[in-house]
């Protein structure tokens, strides 16, 4: 690496870097050694700090309009859509932003999942991730709150009333959070506040991410350590930097398709309706990127239960490089596996679809069969597939099946084209 | 000799972090309590209701520590109907008697016991009210009789002021 012996070449740089060692940093992040057969699917990392940047910078815009007060949180809302000079742009951007950052963050976990890029020794950046991804459904259920609509109003309700389920102190946890005795005014302010806060925190811990992530360097679709920096390596710029930035173009174009084209599709009719606390709207559902967690907490009949199962469903992402007892990292060389994480794909996308339809009779059973998959795959499948399956063999370096080697590695290389 | 001084630093030691702590939680307590329900809002804790135009069969809505409570001066059919149940059927048993003291008047939060929506009036299963978001019955009673919620919905303090008036709270 370069970066004990880097030593700016200017005088003034000198000065600065013996004092404060930022070119050094710059230096080490341009340089940075990358597995040079990272696929598209890497970009997304590029893509969630982007739509991290934009979230802090439209609701810091749109933070100067708002008004955080249930009397006038609706009309500051509909304000900023009407009066506000550009201010339908950035509140779409910033409503629609929430749903793209949730798109790149799923298709980001994903990869790793396919990828096995949790596994040793990456398990610190993954438990960083989860913590991320939960702050980010922290902050986007609160951010849905702040219009005050009749969604807001509900889904606030439905939410903070999961907390009355714990025995004894439940419903005292409630009152606490409400500040008061059912969602109000003093909800909003302080849902507000938090709204505020957490995007800084996800930014902390963003930084720790990729900190964490330049210890071992980047996961690859072979899964195999490298050396670097060595033929397998390219530097972060200009070769990932420009890979970054195109894909980062095409997604562009998926979020401004929604922001120009279909800016309200994404959400609900009702939420223009402002809160009222006496009529429920018929069909609560929540936001489409919560909906398979809403699933399986509606699968289960008691309500305590429900609500353990739901966060178990996202907690259990925590633990998962235990859970994987497999040495082999990339999904490419694992057949097994390899057809398990489609199943398991498709049936969380399964219990999206029916967390917005009625619970009730086909929906209620194909929800609870779906909910009981999800955790035979964490709990029971996974880790007996570590010493059951037969792996392929895996090649020693990036370069190896390119350069020749066995007729299994170019094998092997053909399934993984097969699946890009 | 150097034993005896640790044992003095260790002392020390653990007196000031117990000190410390102790500091540390007197801060905090307050940064926590201030969540809790305001000294205004709990000067709203009661409302004063006129049910004089209220027919039997009817449902009055009002709005109580920013809850909806249901006001529903019952039919003599729906009063005998709660008072048949037998406790064995219900899941949170409790008897009609003891929920609406004057069989007419059923007075109780508006709120389901699942996650907090407001049920809605003469429907689901039991001729009562039916939760819309997750599938919750209530009988003419009020009382849970299927679907996820755990209790019944609450009945809160209240008390007729005159023929009229019902003061809750």
Known sequence: MSDHDYRPKSKVGQWFNDRLPLLTLANHLTDYPTPKNLNYWWT???????CLITQIVTGLTLAMHYIAHADMAFESVEHIMR??????????????????????????????????????????????????????????????????????FWGATVITNLFSAIPLVGEGIVTWLWGGYSVDNP?????????????????????????????PGNNNPVGID??????????????????DGFALLMFMIVFAFFVFYAPNILGHADNYIEANPMVTPAHIVPEWYLLPFYA???????????????????????????????????????????????ILVADVLILGYVGAMPAEGLYLLIARVATAYYFLHFLVILPVLGFKEKTLPVPLSITEPVLGGSPNLAAARNKESKIE | ??????????????????????GAAAVVWPMIDQMNPDASVKALAS????????????????????????IRRRTQEEIDEARAVKMEELIHPEKDEDRAKNPEWLVMLGVCTHLGCVPLNDKGDYNGWFCPCHGSHYDTS?????????????????EFVNANTIKIG
Do not use: C
Not at chain 1, 187 to 215: C, E, K, N, Q, S
């Open chain 2, 47 to 70: 409302t004063e209701v006129d049910v004089s135009s209220l027919t039997p069969g009817n449902t009055l809505t009002v709005l109580w520590r920013g809850k909806p409570v249901f």
């Open chain 1, 296 to 342: 399986i907490l509606r699968s289960v009949p008691d309500k305590l239960l429900g609500v353990v199962a739901m966060l178990s469903a996202i907690l259990i992402l925590a633990v998962l490089p235990w859970l994987d007892t497999s040495k082999i990292r990339s999904a490419v060389f694992r057949p097994l596996y390899r057809q398990f994480y489609w």
């Open chain 1, 187 to 215: 909800t909003l302010t302080r849902f507000f506040t938090l709204h505020y806060l957490i995007p800084f925190l996800i930014l902390g811990l963003v930084v720790l991410h990729i900190w964490a992530l330049h210890v």
């Open chain 2, 142 to 158: 009020g009382r849970i009789r299927k679907g996820p919620a755990p209790w019944n919905m609450e009945v809160p303090k209240y």
């Open chain 2, 1 to 22: 000799m150097s034993e005896k001084k640790t044992k003095r630093r260790d002392f020390l030691f653990t007196a000031t972090t117990a000190v410390g702590a102790v």
């Open chain 1, 44 to 50: 997304f990392g590029g893509i969630l700090t982007f």
């Open chain 1, 226 to 243: 490298i050396k670097k920096p060595s033929k397998d390596t390219v530097p972060f710029h200009p070769y990932i930097v420009i890979k």
């Open chain 1, 83 to 152: 009066d506000v000079n550009y201010g339908w742009l950035i509140r779409y951007i910033h409503a629609n932003g929430a749903s793209m950052f949730f798109l790149a963050v799923y298709i980001h976990i994903f990869r790793s999942l396919f990828y096995g890029s949790y596994k040793s020794p990456r398990e610190i950046i993954w438990i960083l991730g989860i913590i991320i991804y939960l702050l980010m459904m922290a902050a986007a259920f609160m951010g849905y709150v702040l219009p005050w609509g009749q969604m807001s």
